[in-house]
């Protein structure tokens, strides 16, 4: 597979933007090898600068639920384009918008919209402590809630495949008010309460792990933080920004059947543009600036093009119920294509071949992976045009436009691979 004009890039890249790219993961530091340099892409393909093909795991690592250059998302871009590409005044899409998610997302009784996952996490837990009069975050090893100060601690995603601490430059005060607790641990979690109860603002979660490859949640374990946070006082909030939309309409608290206070969302709400949103109870919501006093704003937030690209698919997949369960049997079928020796752990359309042999519930079973076998495993699909995620600690995702043919040729590259 020739990559020289990656390669190229790569390296004008590396002199002008840190590492080469504009996100971490982007640049197959664990993987090793080019990034590959994309420059278009159709339904479930993405074509690189060297014209090579590849069947798309990451869907822009969550978003493109209804794949690349869905036609409606790029006839509703258009189309706000052409009427201006931002007002910074209010626009009758972002209701309707509201109103979409709120119908899709039943805890949401109220949203605010803003630019990404990042903050969005960062105003809800914001908004947490404005609410309850307190300082303390609970979250989990292993969890990603985008690069926020106070969240970096103990944090999947790139933080956990770079092997680094995520926390250099984070004033000591900060980190400091964050409790990290071992994921599906429901002792860990009640003693945290017993301790420290009276001073925590909320418990965030990724309700199913993505951030160190995907991770459900046991039995019990989201009852038990549901009903620990009321009983103390604290807000529960599911950081959806990955499960929202993707594993049910209304993510994962419809699927758990479990209900947050507040909720953040990202990734598939912009349908591949910038825009995220976070939202719960009225009450609390209520709180946030002009309505109360917990300040949060943004020049281009609820933009034009963002906005009519996240409508046209909410009404799209509102209109499809059938494509969740259409994605989830692509998944399953990907899945039994494994290798001997290899934990695949899967909710609905997003998985993870994880290289060990024990099921992974926590950070500390996921670190038990080979990720040179991993590697090696990414790098054989990735000749074979299949892109897998370049990372152990990442979930990949099927889209609505994988078709059967691409899953066979998925399968088939897959079984080729010799453990
Ligand atoms: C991606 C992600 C974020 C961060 O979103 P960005 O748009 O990258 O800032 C936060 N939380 C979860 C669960 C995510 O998957």
């Known amino acids: ?42 339904g479930c393909r993405m074509t690189d600068a060297d014209g090579n093909s590849y069947i798309d795991y990451i869907g822009s690592w969550g978003p493109l ?17 052409g009427h201006g590409s931002s007002f910074g005044a209010p626009t009758e899409r972002e209701v309707e918008l509201a109103e979409l998610i709120t119908r899709a997302v039943p805890s949401i009784e109220m949203v605010r919209l803003v ?38 601690v103990k944090a ?18 900060f980190a400091r008010t964050t409790i990290a607790l071992p994921y599906n641990s429901v002792p860990a979690l009640e003693a945290a309460f017993e301790k420290h109860g009276a001073q925590i603002a909320a418990v965030i979660v990724e309700p199913v792990v993505g951030n160190m490859g995907c991770v459900p949640p046991q039995p019990g374990f ?34 758990y059947g479990i209900r947050p206070d507040l909720t953040t969302l990202g990734k598939i709400i912009g349908g591949g543009l910038p825009i995220a949103a976070y939202g719960g109870r009225a009450d ?19 933009n034009p093009c963002a906005v009519a690209a996240g409508i046209a698919v909410l009404r799209y997949l509102m209109d499809h119920p059938e494509i969740y369960s259409q994605i989830d049997a692509a998944a399953a079928r990907i ?29 500390e079973d996921a670190a038990t992976c080979n990720t040179e076998r991993y590697a090696a495993f990414f790098h ?40």
């Open 1 to 42: 597979m020739d990559t020289s004009r990656s390669a190229a890039l790569f390296e004008r890249a590396r002199r002008l933007i840190p590492g080469g790219v504009n996100s971490p993961v982007r640049a197959f530091r664990s993987v090793g090898g080019t990034p590959r340099f994309i420059r278009r892409g159709e």
């Open 65 to 81: 639920i209804l794949g690349h250059c869905f036609a409606p998302v790029v006839e509703a871009v258009r189309e706000a384009l």
């Open 115 to 152: 630019n990404s996952g990042t903050e969005a996490t960062m105003s809800a837990l914001r908004l947490a402590r404005g609410f309850t009069g307190r300082t303390l975050t609970v979250k989990f090893e292993g969890c990603y809630h985008g690069h926020v100060d106070s969240l970096l």
């Open 156 to 173: 999947g995603s790139g933080v956990a495949t770079l092997g680094i601490s995520g926390t250099a430059g984070v004033p000591e005060e």
């Open 222 to 255: 989201l009852e038990a933080m549901r009903e620990l946070c009321t009983r103390h006082g604290a807000l529960l909030i599911f950081d959806e920004v990955m499960t929202g939309f993707r594993l049910a309409l209304g993510g994962a608290q419809q699927l």
């Open 284 to 302: 609390i919501m209520q709180h946030v600036a002009p309505a109360g006093n917990v300040y949060q704003a943004g020049t281009l937030s609820g």
């Open 335 to 363: 899945c039994q294509a494994a290798p001997a020796g290899v934990t695949v752990q899967r909710v609905g359309s997003m998985f993870t071949f994880f290289f060990t042999d024990r099921p992974v519930r926590s950070w």
């Open 380 to 419: 054989h699909l990735l000749e074979r045009g299949v892109y897998f995620p370049p990372s152990q600690f990442e979930a990949a995702f099927v889209s609505a436009a994988h078709d059967a043919d691409a899953i066979e040729e998925t399968v088939q590259a897959i079984r080729s691979f010799s453990c």
